[in-house]
């Protein structure tokens, strides 16, 4: 049985698109936790961000992690760019049995290019006005999460690669562990 594999990082890193590519390659069933959440929660993570509040979000994360990793094999789940961060989600992510967690780690520089323009649809970045302004929001948010995304398994750089080259090292990297 294949391993279930958790792709964490930084909003922008890519975690949807390699994730569905490594799903559809691998045969694995693919879930994007935001995703769950809203159709869970019959909202989109802006509303729920907006009516409920970002405590909510972050319990129902939390809920949403446990009920898909105990129930789901041969999974390929990509997180939220927060979801290692908040409560004990890194240590419920890396004790699973029959997972691995794979971080996307991508530089400010690219990210901020990749975010500028859809910004308004993440909740927590949407404030910032300009391209200076986003970088420096990045900046701080990372330097605060690395202690949880640097806990991952696996760390793949993204920078400069294409999706197909990114997912093509994930998966050797699964075979060569399984
Ligand atoms: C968040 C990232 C978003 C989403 C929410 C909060 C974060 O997911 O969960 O807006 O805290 O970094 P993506 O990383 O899929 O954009």
């Given at each position: 049985?294949?391993?279930n594999i958790i792709l964490i990082g930084y909003m922008?890193?890519?975690k949807s698109a390699v994730g569905r590519r490594i799903a559809s390659v691998n045969?694995?069933?693919y879930i994007d936790l935001d995703d769950y959440?809203?159709?869970k929660e019959g909202r989109s993570v802006t509303e729920i961000f907006k009516v409920k509040g970002e405590i909510y979000f972050r319990k129902c994360e939390?809920?949403?992690l446990i009920e898909l990793l105990d129930n789901k094999n041969n999974l390929l789940l990509s997180l939220g760019g927060g979801?290692?961060?908040f409560g004990n989600n890194i240590n419920v992510i890396n004790n699973l049995k029959n997972g691995i967690s794979i971080y996307l780690k991508t530089s400010i520089v690219e990210l901020s290019k990749r975010l500028f323009t859809e910004r308004s649809k993440r909740p927590l970045i949407a404030h910032t006005k300009d391209n200076g302004e986003l970088s420096e929001f990045i900046a701080k948010h990372i330097f605060?999460?690395?202690t949880y995304y640097n806990q991952a398994n696996y760390t793949v750089i993204t920078d400069g690669r294409a999706i197909v080259e990114i997912s093509d090292e994930i998966i050797n990297l699964e075979n060569s562990i399984n």
């Open positions: 049985m294949k391993k922008g890193s890519g045969s694995m069933e959440i809203e159709k939390t809920a949403y979801t290692p961060c605060e999460r690395s």
